[in-house]
């Protein structure tokens, strides 16, 4: 079967610098910091206090209240992205195929705030009084499950589920079932909101977060005094669909996707490969499936996380897997601003890299005042660059050894 082009139509975003697309790349280009001290429970006694909250939102402009109530966080905060996408896409579901309508939003935890609350009423209120929308609203599919009922979209509903990785092999997977005649459209990105008691407290005690309860220096990314990620929520939702059958309908096109590489370190838990072996052939991989060469990469938005083994082991990955242009090529992470979140990130960092192709605006690297000797790339430290972006690349690198990247191209159709 012949493989097809895929573009991107329809772009929605919920993130900790702002609640629609165009807000949050605004805030990113102009170095706007979203990290602030924790509403969403009281962690006046907790050892971390900060996170990246999305702010302002306003639910029921969006979704019925009733459906609200029945739905844990991180499925609203989806619903919410699809909406800006699915406008922005001009999409008339009367002309469609829902059968060959996907869904592809993967989360890395799903509905742990569902989870926390539901075993906490178990313990001290007894089996009894669980909810009966507990199940439905712990298991990660329930974020596409309720996009695909909105929107009728009868395809697959497959979320990756690769922790931090999870919106970018969402992305990527949804490439392939289009690209190789599957399906002719599909949403496609993450979700997460960890920001409870047991998502903060779990990340805490495995001494992955900033202690230091500074919000306006907390996530310094390859700085050499950094010490963990901030832990943050969102929403990144994208419409991809084969340029046939968006040429087809007269549909807005945004940008191309090209390439996707994906590989597992199969070496720790939780900690990068440490020649970082893996996350070199996911980029090499990502270039070859795109067929470009690495000089004509002209961005990376890095995972970034702001914890020490990341960034310099995904730093050595970028040198090995680019060579001599990884030292030519704009670097950032704009995870400095919205924090760390988790399954939803890589869509989050994807809608980033695609605005910047669109506009030739690199958003910084904020905070970023002493580089680490190892990580010695350009990082767009603290103000954002202009620049003509033909081809731009997303990383991701999760828990469990997981590492994907996404490769987007200029319009050119």
Same mark, same amino acid.
């Given at each position: 079967?012949?493989?097809?082009?895929?573009?991107?139509?329809?772009? !929605?975003?919920?993130?900790?610098? !702002?609640?629609?697309?165009?807000?949050?790349?605004?805030?990113?280009?102009?170095?706007?910091?979203?990290?602030?001290?924790?509403?969403?429970?009281?962690?006046?006694?907790?050892?971390?206090?900060?996170?990246?909250?999305?702010?302002?939102?306003?639910?029921?402009?969006?979704?019925?209240?009733?459906?609200?109530?029945?739905?844990?966080?991180?499925?609203?905060?989806?619903? /919410?992205?699809?909406?800006?996408?699915?406008?922005?896409? *001009?999409?008339?579901?009367?002309?469609?195929?829902?059968? =060959?309508?996907?869904?592809? /939003?993967?989360?890395?935890?799903?509905?742990?705030?569902?989870?926390?609350?539901?075993?906490?009423?178990?313990?001290? =209120?007894?089996?009894?009084?669980?909810?009966?929308?507990?199940?439905?609203?712990?298991?990660?599919?329930?974020?596409?499950?309720?996009?695909?009922?909105?929107?009728?979209? *009868?395809?697959?509903?497959?979320?990756?589920?690769?922790?931090?990785?999870?919106?970018?092999?969402?992305?990527?997977?949804?490439?392939?079932?289009?690209?190789?005649?599957?399906?002719?459209?599909?949403?496609?990105?993450?979700?997460?909101?960890?920001?409870?008691?047991?998502?903060?407290?779990?990340?805490?005690?495995?001494?992955?977060?900033?202690?230091?309860?500074?919000?306006?220096?907390?996530?310094?990314?390859?700085?050499?005094?950094?010490?963990?990620?901030?832990?943050?929520?969102?929403?990144?939702?994208?419409?991809?669909?084969?340029?046939?059958?968006?040429?087809? =309908?007269?549909?807005?096109?945004?940008?191309?996707?090209?390439?996707?590489?994906?590989?597992?370190?199969?070496?720790?838990?939780?900690?990068?490969?440490?020649?970082?072996?893996?996350?070199?052939?996911?980029?090499?991989?990502?270039?070859?499936?795109?067929?470009? *060469?690495?000089?004509?990469?002209?961005?990376?938005?890095?995972?970034?996380?702001?914890? /020490?083994?990341?960034?310099?082991?995904?730093?050595?990955?970028?040198?090995?897997?680019?060579?001599?242009?990884?030292?030519?090529?704009?670097?950032?992470?704009?995870?400095?601003?919205?924090?760390?979140?988790?399954?939803?990130? !890589?869509?989050?960092?994807?809608?980033?890299?695609?605005?910047?192709?669109?506009?030739?605006?690199?958003?910084?690297?904020?905070?970023?005042?002493?580089?680490?000797?190892?990580?010695?790339?350009?990082?767009?430290?603290?103000?954002?660059?202009?620049?003509?972006?033909?081809?731009?690349?997303?990383?991701?690198?999760?828990?469990?050894?997981?590492?994907?990247? /996404?490769?987007?191209?200029?319009?050119?159709?």
């Amino acid at each position: 079967m012949e493989k097809r082009r895929v573009v991107i139509t329809g772009m !929605g975003l919920v993130s900790p610098v !702002g609640n629609d697309v165009e807000s949050s790349f605004k805030a990113l280009v102009e170095g706007k910091n979203g990290i602030d001290f924790i509403t969403l429970m009281d962690a006046s006694d907790w050892k971390v206090k900060i996170a990246g909250e999305v702010k302002n939102l306003n639910f029921e402009d969006y979704i019925e209240k009733k459906e609200i109530r029945r739905s844990d966080r991180v499925t609203n905060l989806g619903l /919410v992205a699809a909406d800006e996408a699915f406008k922005q896409s *001009k999409l008339n579901l009367d002309d469609i195929d829902p059968y =060959r309508f996907g869904t592809f /939003v993967g989360s890395g935890i799903g509905g742990l705030t569902t989870i926390f609350e539901e075993v906490k009423t178990s313990v001290t =209120r007894g089996q009894d009084r669980i909810s009966p929308f507990f199940i439905p609203n712990s298991i990660i599919n329930m974020v596409g499950a309720k996009i695909g009922i909105k929107y009728k979209a *009868k395809g697959p509903n497959l979320p990756m589920v690769t922790a931090c990785s999870a919106a970018t092999n969402s992305i990527g997977e949804a490439f392939r079932y289009i690209r190789d005649g599957y399906l002719d459209l599909a949403f496609a990105g993450g979700a997460e909101a960890p920001i409870n008691e047991i998502g903060v407290g779990g990340f805490a005690s495995l001494k992955a977060l900033d202690f230091s309860n500074d919000p306006l220096y907390a996530s310094r990314p390859f700085d050499q005094s950094r010490t963990g990620f901030v832990i943050a929520e969102g929403a990144g939702v994208m419409i991809l669909e084969s340029l046939e059958h968006a040429t087809k =309908r007269g549909a807005p096109i945004i940008a191309e996707i090209v390439g996707y590489g994906t590989t597992a370190d199969a070496f720790h838990m939780t900690a990068p490969d440490d020649e970082a072996n893996g996350i070199t052939k996911c980029i090499e991989l990502a270039l070859e499936d795109a067929k470009i *060469k690495p000089e004509v990469l002209g961005y990376i938005n890095a995972h970034g996380t702001s914890t /020490v083994l990341n960034d310099k082991l995904e730093t050595l990955g970028i040198k090995k897997a680019l060579g001599n242009h990884a030292y030519d090529i704009q670097i950032s992470s704009t995870k400095s601003m919205t924090g760390h979140a988790l399954g939803a990130a !890589g869509a989050i960092e994807s809608i980033a890299v695609v605005k910047a192709i669109e506009t030739s605006l690199i958003p910084p690297t904020i905070h970023l005042e002493t580089p680490d000797p190892e990580c010695d790339l350009n990082y767009t430290p603290n103000k954002y660059v202009k620049k003509d972006l033909t081809y731009g690349m997303n990383i991701n690198i999760g828990f469990g050894g997981q590492n994907a990247a /996404v490769i987007f191209k200029k319009v050119d159709v």
